[in-house]
């Protein structure tokens, strides 16, 4: 099984919809980011978690919302999804300050 | 604001050659830098790190080498090989106890026979 699993794979939903994105992860790691991903523009964050009670926005986080249900899991939600949320979607953990990530396989998202 | 930035977006070379990617930061609090490389429908991969106390850092094939006075960042990797074809990110952590790696735009590495 992956480190970090993401879910769906790939979605496509109408604007105005609700949607979620999954993540969860096995490293044990305290720390979760949500990351989007669209051409041109790298890997720009969204939230990040450092543990069940913080919650912290990124640098795009208007729009969305995440949710720490457990150290394992993360969830990313759009409340109304709008064609440019369109991108690709990323989840990644770290052990902690100045460690590296391990990223999940993202999740494709359009919105039409 | 301040960002991290490539030199280049793509970078060709032969097989079996050196490949060199550059890429420029403009925060002087960042202390903590990564190089990280992306297949085509893949998540980012972990390839190589180092912090603001060291110069060089060396892993299999990579070295990454940072010099502070010109806020500049490299990925040297030898050798290069047909599976080192992919996209290649630069990204780093700011000091002071704030998180959140900022990625550079990305470097495609292209792998000629």
């Known amino acids: 099984d992956a480190d970090v699993t993401q879910t769906p794979r790939n979605r496509i939903t109408k604007t105005g919809k609700r949607i979620m994105l999954e993540c969860s992860q096995t490293k044990g790691h305290d720390r979760m980011y949500w990351y989007r991903q669209d051409p041109g523009l790298g890997l720009r964050l969204i939230y990040y978690s450092f543990d069940v009670k913080d919650i912290n926005k990124g640098e795009i986080s208007d729009g969305y919302s995440v949710s720490r249900q457990a150290q394992a899991k993360f969830s990313l939600s759009l409340e109304s999804a709008i064609p440019n949320q369109t991108a690709l979607y990323f989840c990644a953990t770290s052990p902690g300050h100045n460690y590296g990530y391990t990223f999940g396989s993202g999740t494709r998202l359009t919105v039409v | 604001g301040e960002s991290v930035g490539l030199h280049l977006p793509t970078l060709s070379v032969q097989e079996g050659d050196n490949s060199i990617i550059n890429c420029a930061y403009s925060?002087?609090?960042?202390?903590?830098f990564i190089w990280y490389k992306q297949e085509s429908g893949k998540g980012p991969q972990f390839i190589i790190d180092i912090r603001s106390n060291m110069d060089k850092r060396q892993g299999q094939r990579v070295t990454v080498l940072l010099n502070k006075t010109v806020k500049h960042l490299s990925l040297q990797i030898a050798a290069t090989q047909p599976g080192d074809s992919a996209v290649y990110f630069c990204?780093?952590?700011?000091?002071?106890?704030?998180?959140?790696?900022?990625f550079g735009k990305g470097t495609h590495l292209i792998i000629q026979p």
């Open positions: 990204a780093e952590n700011l000091g002071g106890g704030a998180d959140g790696l900022t």
């Open positions: 925060n002087s609090a960042s202390d903590y």
